[in-house]
Every structure is written in C-alpha cells, then in structure tokens.
C-alpha cells in the first residue's frame, strides 16, 4: 500500500504540527512492516533541510515544492505527484495541506484516491454563536472532504462531536514514536555529571520550544517556590522567541540562577541524554493535544510533572506521573514530594516505560494507522466512535483507551 503524506511545512516553527518530521521519520523505520510505502510531499518550506535527508536516507522518496502558503499551484502539482507514485492513500498534515488535499482529490482532473487528514490542536469551544457556526461549519467541510479524520487524543474527539453533534468519520489514533531506548546506568551517571548533579540532589529537565503558551513563567514561578532545601537543578532543553526572556529572568533572580540551567541548543537533539538522566520530567504547556516530548519522557522511564490541559492525560496518569493544575504552587509541591520519595519515582518510571510500551511504541502506531487506510480503501461505512481505534479489515493491537 502506498501512502503519500502531504505537509504544510518542515520549518522550525511550524507551531502544532512541531515534531511532525521525526514522526515521520520514525514511522518511515517501520512502515515496510506495516506494508506501508511512504511517499512525503512537502508544500512550503523543507526548513534546513533534515528531515527531508533522513527520510530520503530510509528509501522515502520526498517531493518539495517550495510554495507560499495557499498557492494555487499546489493543487495541480500535488495531483500530478499522486498520479507519478501511484499512490493509494492520501494523508494531509494540517490546514493548508488539508485544503490542497481535498482539491486535488476531488476536482476534475485530479487524483481520485481517498484522503486521510490528522488533527494537531485542541480546538477551544467557542464563546459566541457565529463563532460556533463557524467551527461546525468547517467540521462538515472536512468530512466531506475527509473518509477518514484522524484524532491523536480522545479530548479532540470530544471537542469535535461537542461542534458538530457527532464524531462519523472521525478515528482516535495517538501518535507513536520509535524507542529511544533508557540510558545505561553508567551513561546516566556521566551526563549527571557533566552537568554538576550531585547523586543525591534532584535532576528536573523540561523540554519545549520557548514560546507562548508553553507555561515557561509558570515553570520558573513554580521552580522558585520549590524549597531551597531540596538540592535541584533544572535544565531546560529548546530555543525559541521566548528564550532571551527567560535568561534574562533567571539571570536576575538569586533561587532561579542557582537551580536552572539552559542546555546547549541542537535543533536536531532529541535531548534523550538530558532527559534519560532526569529524576522528573518537567512539562507546563497551557495547551497540548498528545506533546512528543512528554511521549519520549515516557518512553525513557521518566516520571513527568505535567499540567492537567489537552491530551496529556492520555500520557500521564497517576501511575506514571503526576498531573498538576495550572498553579505554580501546585507544580512546587508535585516536585518536592517526588524530591522526597526516590522510591515512587523509581515505580513512577518503570510504569511509564511499560505504558509507552503498550500504547504509544511507533510500530503499533504504524499497525493502527495501516488500519484506517484498509478500511478508507474497503469503503467500510464511516460510523461514530463506538469501536476500537482503527478497527475494521486489519487485526490490530488493543490500546489503553480500550481498556480503562
């Protein structure tokens, strides 16, 4: 089966869609598995150009074609990228590649093969009636366009069936990611090191892009009203608009410029050393359908403080983490009383290493996504949420959402 996954764009700032490259380049490590042949077409900016390589370095073939957003070339040129690879399946990454999608698959001469699109955020409910009209307006658009409208969290769900009065056509398939694999207790040990982490004091590591939203001020806030009694150190991984700021913060302030440090930044590091060496994992965004770096925290046998928004949740549960409101003295008083219990963080870890196992390793992923195009290419009937994820022709593994 051949799939061709049309994006808006691999840039650094491609704001939901963050990370979209190495999931697709994690999914491109086991499509064959699945019997999935990848094909990546790119609409606007490449970025640096590394994702396209490692995808290429894997056998995918990758198109760019360089456009402004809501060129109207695209559609031509997509559908003619279609037709050249012979491509089953057409899965769209975020508005405008939706939007491009559904016309080269639709109009006359394009390229009649069903389209597949994944939701990125967490829609907010509307505060007024022409914005709720608005909202279910483009939700009955995409499920004419759409056989098939992929959820990676059950909040979206509920958001989309809220907006229009039904969830048909919609499937819920959490994104996955390729195993990491945990540090070595001796690797685990020099990294500690490197960074001036005693063996007995408290490592906190938080990973995100530096921007609004990402509920940095509350992290610092929070980090501050951590009792100067516990040793700790933070460091925080990522770049970002927002970065100048909180130096400059952290800086000015005697508690925060003891505790925090800011890792050296590689826009292509996936931080699994500063991560896998962590005692916590530290996330505060104010809004995240399922974030990857929380699913790499887990996959690395990390216990995460996280706030209780969007889909996280559906990563961290009381087994595996702690869930924390939006309140800096809440997220203070989860660090200290994981700083005071090695023991808890040691079960915390290994239930979040066995869950990212179970629920969120990539080839399962790639099984469940294989599921929903067999079943778009089946034409088996769009029905409400009412079923396994991804159920149908295919024989697929169960998910945690099944079975809490």
Known sequence: MKVAHLVTS???DAGPSDGLGDGLVDLAGVAAQSGIELVVVVLGSSGDGWDVNRLR??????VEMGLAPWDPRAVRRT?????????????THMRPADAV?????????????????????VENLPTNPAGRLRRTAKILLRRRVAARTIAISHLQRERYR??????????????????????????????????GVGDDDLMVVSAAPMRRNEGFDLLLD?????PVSIPMTVVLVGDGPLRPWLVSRVEADEVLSARVQFEPHDVHDSARQAMGAADVFLHTSRSAALPRPLLRALALGVPAVASHVGGVPEIVTRNTGVLVPLVADAIADAIARLAGDPELRVRLGKAARGRYLANFEVRGWAL?????YDEVLARVPAEPVSRPVG??????????????
Not at 57 to 62: A, E, N, S, Y
Not at 104 to 115: N, Q
Not at 368 to 372: E, I, Q, S, T, Y
């Open 10 to 12: 691999f840039a650094a």
């Open 222 to 226: 929070a980090v501050a009203a951590v």
């Open 162 to 195: 809220r907006f229009s009065g039904t969830d048909r056509g919609l499937v819920v398939v959490p994104n996955g990611i390729a195993d990491p694999g945990p540090l070595s207790p001796d690797e685990r040990a020099r990294v500690r090191r490197a960074r």
């Open 79 to 91: 559908a003619q990228v279609l037709r050249e690879h012979d491509v089953d399946v057409l899965h």
């Open 391 to 404: 159920s149908g022709p295919a024989t697929l593994p169960p998910t945690f959402f099944d079975n809490r």
């Open 57 to 62: 370095r894997l056998g995918v073939p990758v």
């Open 368 to 372: 469940r996504l294989r599921g929903v």
């Open 101 to 121: 999608g559904a016309l080269a698959t639709r109009l006359p001469g394009g390229v009649s093969v069903p389209m597949v699109s994944t939701l990125y955020t």
